[in-house]
């Protein structure tokens, strides 16, 4: 046999061992020692069962054997002692032949009397032969005797002497002979006994000694085998647990040879799985927005989640009136928009996939509130625009929550990487974006995108600003004045004053361009106090006519933080003598929120003055309405994004509903802005609004058309009011 099939061998006999070992440890354990106890047992009742064969051996020895062999060794002396006490018989003088008979029977007695109880002992023995020889010599003796003794009493000395030597010493030799070879048998019996007593020693010797070293042989092995059958799977339960904590997740613990330890292996494995479940569960936390399930701001700008292409476009999303929708159907239906926002939005962004117009695994977040942020790759900017129209396009049918059904729309900011459409860090996509989502809110166009260009623009303006100063000083800008009327009556309640700019260079400049500059570097105030200016000059003009008519000026955030404003708006009113109340001043909703407390403070005061206070644009800011509620206002103006086709749009229309009972629950005038078509004016009046403004009422006016105006209004009738 070769050295490979020999440890072939080895290795079934092995296998074949080792199938025969339990699984459990605990029945290992118990076999083990069971073992053990067995062969402990076995080797007791060995030993107890010698030394009680030992025992009634040596009893035997010693009651009997020795009895015997001692009872033998008297019959030899006896039968000496006999033929001396005859010789001392025949020889003794008569008077003294008494005392020697006495011996000589005594002597007899005790012959007879072994020869009995021997007779019994070796009765069906080897030795019964001898003994029956032994008796027919005592019984020759015993005649000789007789005849000697008669020869001795009658005296005859020489007859007597002869019969002694012919017949008693012989029967008394051969009895001699025949007792020494008893004697010699029970002599050779006991050797035989004690050798086989040795015998039977030797072997409990054994017996225990081979017990005992194959119990230590089975302790040993059963001990090394149990050792090792429960360090060996706790070793790989060991190894298994530290590759686990080391985050190896996908290492199972494996299935070893000891049952208990596999349970625990596989507690180990089930609380691994539990880990992972909720380390993933972490993760998505960490990474996912809770509302909508979509991404959020971290994984959006997370590298941890890299897409296979960078992206070279990113677009803002902002919600437009989700806090109007929250404020006045509540929060739970303005989740349920953010939620059907982000549906829509992830399905628009799937198709644009499909249909090939954007590269693959787009992002789409959400950050904050209703704004939603995609990252994506694109090769052109007219692919954005097929996108931008795609989701206006889902935006189209109304969102339904319950019984409400709430138009979505939303204000894009696109940021790129310039005209190359290279790719960009998304961080700087996301400031980018975040600027161009602020200019399309500031331009109320619904869009913007982010460019270098804008960046420029930017820096125009800010040349432009510069030339504001001279422009208020030359008299560039203007006054426009927007009618307002009241949806009860019809008539010309007033109107908000709107500045416009004519520059020597650059021709007519929008506020929509100027003012945010002029805002952001405090040029605004010089604005505001021309405008206020020119408006207590109208209505000081207006007064001996229409007293009952009212202007709007624009107030902007800045003038709210000016000290000086307060005083520069009374000194105005006193410098035309106009009754204050016929001033309004409007303040944007999203400009109160600057500085809360301040703007509160200002508002009172400029209520202490006697002026108006009107909320612009409202419905686009973010103010609570328990702030609101704070403010000393007497108008509400709602923005213009919510008219927008109002009476196409159901949704709308709710909202416009609610917000209305809410400012005449709050016992404010509420006006629309930019109505423009009779549909909308009809819708809006049936919602019970009570002002409205917009191109179709009145376009602004100035110069001769607002003159003209102004003379075609029907005389006053009582006192001024909005
Ligand atoms: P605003 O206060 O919401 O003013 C209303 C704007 O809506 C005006 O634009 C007006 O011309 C326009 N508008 C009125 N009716 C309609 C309509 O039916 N449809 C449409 N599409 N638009 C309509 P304008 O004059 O271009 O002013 C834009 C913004 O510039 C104003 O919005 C206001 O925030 C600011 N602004 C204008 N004048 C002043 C001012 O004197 N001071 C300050 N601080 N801001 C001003
Ligand atoms: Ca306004
Ligand atoms: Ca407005």
Redo the contacts with the bound molecule.
Sequence with gaps: MNSQTEHSTTSTWQTRLRSLWPRRIGWRLALGFGVLVALMLVALAQASFQIHHITQMTQRFATGDMQRLLRVQALSLQTEGVGSALVRLMNAPREHRVMEYTEVDERNRRIDGIIESLEQDLMGTEQEETLKRLIASRKVYADAFIATVDEVEADDLKAATQALNEQVNPALKAMLLQSNSLLQDERQRIETQLAQAQQAFERVAMWVGGLSVLAVFLSVWLGLGTTQSVTVPLAELEAAARRIAEGDYASRVPTTSAEEVDRVGQALNSMTDAVVQREQQIVRLAYQDALTGLPNRTALLSPATPPSTPYNCLALMDMARLKVINETLGHTTGDAMIKEMARRASAVFQAAVAAGEIGPHPIVARLTGGIFAAGFSVTSREAVQTLHERIEQALVVPASCGVHSVDLSLVYGFADGGPQTSAQPVETLMRNAEVALHSAKRA?SGFAWYNEAQEAARLSHLSLVSDLRVAVASSQLQ??L?PKFSLKTGRAVGA?????WQHPQRGFV???EF?PF??QTGY?SM??TW?LDQALRTLAAWAPTHPELSIA????TR?LGDPEFIGRVSQLIALHGVDPKRLRL?V?ESGLMDDPQRSVAVLHALRNLGCGLSI??FGTGYSSLAYLQKLPVSEL?I??SFVDGIDRLPGTQRLFKTMVEMGHGMGLMVTA????TEAEKETITRLDCDVV????TS??LHGAALQAWFEGLPPAQGAAAG
Excluded at 553 to 556: A, D, E, G, L
Excluded at 693 to 696: I, M
């Design positions: 109320a006054m426009w927007q908000e004053a709107l500045v416009r929008s506020p929509a003012v002029a805002e605004i604005v505001t405008m000026v624009n107030m902007s003038d409007e944007v612009d644009d103006k923005d213009r802005e930019g109505v423009e403004q917009g191109y179709l376009r602004p």
